[in-house]
Structure formats: structure tokens, C-alpha cells
């Protein structure tokens, strides 16, 4: 069964102060694994889709990047329009493949 | 712009009674989806459909039954609303080839009282 762990839960920074967040995954062939960002009553909007390890993609201050087991979602340099819940999914490619597995979501809130 | 519509964003409904909730999208999408989510459990799909007329469980899937009579319209029905279905429903879809983004809704927040 494909699984999705996220960490930390919940992330507090300071503007300007970069760190990671963590999607760790198992899955039986990797098809996909996405990151959306989420913004508080809206639905998740898509942000990345990387499909081998190694592979990396930039976009504006966030970094994802992928190994066989987990991936990083790198923010550089954080502002407060970066505060939303970012949720890591994978895609496999055994049974039912059209189905993403989701983990539970990182709640980052920059204070200015 | 691409589009993924739910009808209703906010829904009060009482304990028994029947619940239809609508998801439009503009895109020819052939995978249709609905999760459910919730604080601490992440996003759950319930059904999700591959083509007209077809669907396929998801995890948590009792209580809850859908419809997909058009290729772009995939309803979630409630038979019989309980408490416990208070949630945020999201709808989603996608192409049917590789590893394809989900467009989601921007949700609809059920309340059952």
C-alpha cells in the first residue's frame, strides 16, 4: 500500500529564514509524487511533479527536490504570502494508478 | 482558465437527510475524484471515476454513493447525512495518461447538525 509521511506537522519561521520540509514516501512504482500549496477554505493548488530521483524544480522561492524515498520542499528566503499548508501525494503505478495518495500536510506560517 | 466548479462552498443540512454535492469541470478531464478532509486526517478519497457511467471506491467510501451521467459532471450524494460526514469535500480531476496533476475545487464545507 502506498504511504506519504509529511514533517514537521507545523512550521513557524521568521521572513527570511529558510528551511525544508519533508515527504517521505513508499510506493511500489513511482509514477508521480506532487506538492500543492493549500491556502486556508480554498482547494490545494499545484505547485511540482517530479518523477525520478535526482530530479529537481524551482519555482519563485521553493525548491523540490527527490530521492527513492523521500522529497524536500526547500523555501528560500520565506515571506508571509508563503504561509499555507503544503501537501505531498504520490502516484504509483500498481492497481488503481489513477489514485494519488496524499500525506496529511505541512502548515508553514511566516511571521514578518 | 482551466476550471474545476463545485456548486454549493458552505452546506447546512440536518441528520437524515439527502445531500447532493456538484462538481463541474471545463477541462474534457476523464478522471473525476472526491476527498473528504479533514484536521489531522489529511485528504481521503471516497470514489472516484475513470469514465462516464464508471466508478471505483476509494478508502472510505460507506456512506456515500456518485453519479457520473456527462463526462464533465461527477455529484456525491449523501443517501442519509450523519454528524460524522461534517467535512470539507473536494473534487478533483485529471487526464487518464501518466502521472497527471489533479485540478481541484475550491471545496464545498458540509455541516450536519
Known amino acids: 500500500e502506498d504511504q506519504v509521511t509529511q514533517s514537521p506537522e507545523a512550521l513557524r519561521l521568521q521572513e527570511g529564514e529558510s528551511s525544508s520540509l519533508n515527504c517521505s514516501y513508499t510506493?511500489?512504482?513511482?509514477?508521480?509524487l506532487f506538492w500543492y500549496r493549500q491556502d486556508p477554505g480554498k482547494g490545494p493548488e499545484f505547485l511540482f511533479t517530479l518523477y525520478s530521483a535526482g530530479e529537481e524544480k524551482e519555482k519563485e522561492r521553493l525548491k523540490a527536490t527527490l530521492t527513492k524515498k523521500e522529497s524536500f520542499l526547500h523555501i528560500t528566503a520565506p515571506k508571509p504570502e508563503d504561509s499555507a499548508t503544503y501537501l505531498c501525494?504520490?502516484?504509483?503505478?500498481?492497481?488503481?494508478?489513477?489514485?494519488?495518495?496524499f500525506g496529511k500536510g505541512t502548515k508553514l506560517t511566516v511571521n514578518p | 482558465d482551466v476550471k474545476v466548479t463545485q456548486s454549493s462552498r458552505y452546506l447546512v443540512k440536518r441528520t437524515g437527510e439527502k445531500v447532493f454535492l456538484e462538481c463541474v469541470q471545463d477541462?474534457?478531464?476523464?478522471?473525476m475524484f472526491w476527498y473528504r478532509q479533514d484536521p489531522g486526517l489529511g485528504l481521503r478519497l471516497i470514489y472516484f471515476?475513470?469514465?462516464?457511467?464508471?466508478?471505483e471506491k476509494g478508502d472510505i467510501p460507506e456512506g456515500y454513493s456518485v453519479s457520473r451521467e456527462k463526462k464533465e459532471r461527477f455529484s456525491l450524494i449523501l443517501e442519509s447525512a450523519s454528524t460524522n460526514q461534517t467535512s470539507m469535500y473536494l473534487c478533483?480531476?485529471?487526464?487518464?495518461?501518466?502521472?497527471?496533476?489533479?485540478?481541484f475545487g475550491a471545496g464545498s464545507r458540509l455541516t450536519v447538525l
Open positions: 471515476s475513470y469514465d462516464v457511467k464508471m466508478k
Open positions: 501525494a504520490v502516484q504509483g503505478t500498481q492497481g488503481g494508478s489513477e489514485k494519488l495518495v
Open positions: 477541462m474534457d478531464h476523464e478522471n
Open positions: 510506493v511500489s512504482g513511482l509514477r508521480g
Open positions: 478533483a480531476s485529471n487526464e487518464n495518461s501518466g502521472a497527471n496533476v489533479l485540478t
